[in-house]
């Protein structure tokens, strides 16, 4: 048994600088490997205390990647403006043949860097393959994490559209697409949002009285939605309007969420990414699809190995004794 820990704080994890291309291609391999029977995950275990405010449990263990992981991640409601982040996790891995800890990791850069990755991971799969506009539907951090990971993912964006119950934050946010050579351009309409939009990513956290207003009848005829919000933000009524239904995990989703947390009865999902990771859909990025998803705990462990390596090839963090 090890006599140390590796401790990898918020900076360490920034500092092992993993790129939105290495976290598209760990998350792709993850789901890959899963369908090749190389690894198991649990849906996630949650305790929900009311809007926005839940405590989760994810748990995953890899024979391909020799860890297991669990993470532990609190959510709870913010207030506009608010310097205290929506979201804070840990990770804690474990060798897979032994069980022994291994090491402790900040979630928070973590499951920035994973949710992004996944919805450019189905992206991929899924989104038109010459997109120009991207449109996002809230402007916080997972907003900020999801334009590197799309600008990665689509070198030829041209335009980003922002739309947010807070100005300053969609300013911070034209800031950073500008930085990355994009034309912007802040709008207060929702439907015009989705009718220019080839990408929408929708990231609305969820608040007392809040009402979905994203009517999926209004995209183009070829667009790609992820719902990084569970689809809390999407009219249930109008989802039909998509032809393509993908989530992370069938076993932990089979439809999209409405603004009380519940599983919507207008649709269900007809595909995840295991599946397809090993076989595409031949006419994807030609019809309307969306991929709305949970968060799977394989995803944060492939991040969680991905950060663990590149941290011991560069001496990152702090050895804790047990």
Same mark, same amino acid.
């Given at each position: 048994?090890?006599?140390?820990?590796?401790?990898?704080?918020?900076?360490?994890?920034?500092?092992?600088?993993?790129?939105?291309?290495?976290?598209?291609?760990? /998350?792709?391999?993850?789901?890959?490997?899963?369908?090749?029977?190389?690894?198991?995950?649990?849906?996630?275990?949650?305790?929900?205390?009311?809007?926005?405010?839940?405590?989760?449990?994810?748990?995953?263990?890899?024979?391909?990647?020799?860890?297991?992981?669990?993470?532990?991640?609190?959510?709870?409601?913010?207030?506009?403006? *608010?310097?205290?982040?929506?979201?804070?996790?840990?990770?804690?891995?474990?060798?897979?043949?032994?069980?022994?800890?291994?090491?402790?990791?900040?979630?928070?850069?973590?499951?920035? /860097?994973?949710?992004?990755?996944?919805?450019?991971?189905?992206?991929?799969?899924?989104?038109?393959?010459?997109?120009?506009?991207? *449109?996002?539907?809230?402007?916080?951090?997972?907003?900020?994490?999801?334009?590197?990971?799309?600008?990665?993912?689509?070198?030829?964006? #041209?335009?980003?559209?922002?739309?947010?119950?807070?100005?300053?934050? #969609?300013?911070?946010?034209?800031?950073?697409?500008?930085?990355?050579?994009?034309?912007?351009?802040?709008?207060?309409?929702?439907?015009?949002?989705?009718?220019?939009?080839?990408? /929408?990513?929708?990231?609305?956290?969820?608040?007392?009285?809040?009402?979905?207003?994203?009517?999926?009848?209004?995209?183009?005829?070829?667009?790609?939605?992820?719902?990084?919000?569970?689809?809390?933000?999407?009219?249930?009524?109008?989802?039909?309007?998509?032809?393509?239904?993908?989530?992370?995990?069938?076993?932990?989703?089979?439809?999209?969420?409405?603004?009380? *947390?519940?599983?919507?009865?207008? /649709?269900?999902?007809?595909?995840?990414?295991?599946?397809?990771?090993?076989?595409?859909?031949?006419?994807?990025?030609?019809?309307?699809?969306?991929?709305?998803?949970?968060?799977? #705990?394989?995803?944060?462990?492939?991040?969680?190995?991905?950060?663990?390596?590149?941290?011991?090839?560069?001496?990152?963090?702090?050895?804790?004794?047990?």
């Amino acid at each position: 048994m090890s006599n140390s820990l590796l401790y990898l704080s918020h900076q360490d994890v920034r500092a092992c600088a993993v790129t939105p291309r290495e976290a598209r291609e760990a /998350v792709l391999s993850a789901f890959s490997d899963h369908s090749a029977g190389l690894n198991r995950s649990l849906p996630k275990s949650a305790l929900a205390l009311g809007p926005g405010h839940a405590f989760q449990a994810m748990m995953a263990a890899s024979e391909a990647q020799e860890i297991a992981t669990v993470k532990w991640v609190a959510s709870a409601p913010t207030q506009p403006g *608010g310097s205290m982040p929506s979201v804070s996790a840990l990770i804690c891995v474990s060798d897979y043949v032994t069980g022994a800890p291994l090491a402790i990791l900040d979630g928070d850069e973590i499951t920035l /860097v994973r949710t992004a990755a996944m919805s450019a991971a189905a992206a991929s799969l899924l989104a038109p393959p010459e997109a120009g506009t991207i *449109g996002f539907v809230g402007c916080g951090l997972q907003a900020h994490a999801h334009l590197a990971a799309f600008c990665d993912l689509y070198p030829g964006l #041209a335009t980003a559209l922002m739309l947010s119950r807070s100005r300053s934050s #969609a300013q911070r946010l034209a800031e950073a697409a500008d930085a990355y050579g994009l034309a912007t351009e802040i709008v207060d309409d929702a439907d015009t949002l989705l009718a220019r939009s080839d990408l /929408v990513i929708s990231m609305v956290p969820a608040a007392p009285g809040l009402r979905p207003f994203l009517d999926a009848r209004r995209m183009k005829p070829a667009a790609f939605a992820a719902a990084v919000d569970t689809g809390r933000s999407l009219l249930p009524e109008a989802l039909p309007a998509f032809d393509v239904l993908v989530t992370d995990s069938l076993a932990q989703s089979q439809a999209p969420y409405d603004v009380d *947390g519940q599983q919507v009865t207008s /649709v269900r999902f007809g595909h995840d990414l295991t599946t397809l990771s090993q076989a595409p859909l031949a006419d994807a990025g030609t019809r309307r699809s969306l991929f709305c998803f949970r968060g799977f #705990a394989l995803a944060d462990l492939a991040l969680a190995h991905l950060v663990l390596e590149k941290a011991r090839t560069a001496g990152i963090g702090i050895a804790l004794p047990r």
